[in-house]
């Protein structure tokens, strides 16, 4: 079990998602096609699960040191957010975008196959790397999805069908989001000052990563104080959004970045 079964599990989750995007879509006008779409969408997030724990067993490491294997976290929890959204909220449209969002970065890994050692540098080898880690891709998939909310509510406010109940969708998944995302900034402050001395030392990568906090913290206090201005608290949480992907990956091909001590998350 390696890397290199990543076409064969990824084409088995492709068809398993495709055929239950397309009965989700069906179930609009017939509800008895919803239970097997969510069971179909359901079968095809157990095999993705299936490689990921194979692929952490066969590299006796967490595979999550370059952004191929971030992106196959990604991946794995998008799925996770758009199920337990749904079963709470009853979003179909939601489900539906965080499955094809997932499915995104699994097409993106299989046109970039991925190159990989077993080896951990010795930074790398802290009992902080998997909380830190984990709980920031989480918090990355349940923000991604808030965004994917108000890019939903920016075209309802446009084609007049905006309803407040989005905007509160958004806030829940922020809230959550945020949690996490200030737990991954606790974790890595622990785990730098374990690796490195110190607890805050101005890495680009830590930069960009409290510039990300910092925008979805003005998103929240703006919701707080400005309850109802949508229009500009949905551009908010959109821009938020990109500062998130700078820091998630793009901060990498930065100029910054060839001083940064985060460059072992490239490929």
Known sequence: MTWIDFPFYSSIVGILWLVGLVLLGLSYRN???????????????????????????????????????TRLWYATFLPLVGFITYFRWRYKWFLAYSIALAGVFLI??????????????PALQSPWFVPHVLVYLFSYAVLAASSIVAVKGIVDRYQGNFTIETLKLADNLVYIGFAFLTFGLLFGAMWAKEAWGHYWTWDPKEIWAFLTWMGYLTYIHYRYFHSHKTKQALTILALAFVVLLVCWFGVNYLPVAQTSVHTYTQQ
Request: aromatic share 16%; charged share 15%.
């Open 31 to 69: 509800d008895g096609y919803l239970n097997f779409a969510n069971s179909v969408l359901f079968m095809g997030w157990v095999v993705l699960l299936v490689f990921v724990g194979k692929l952490w067993v066969e590299l006796d490491r967490p595979p999550m040191r370059t952004l191929g294997e």
């Open 108 to 121: 993106i890994n299989y046109l970039n196959p991925e190159t990989y050692s077993k080896t951990l540098m």
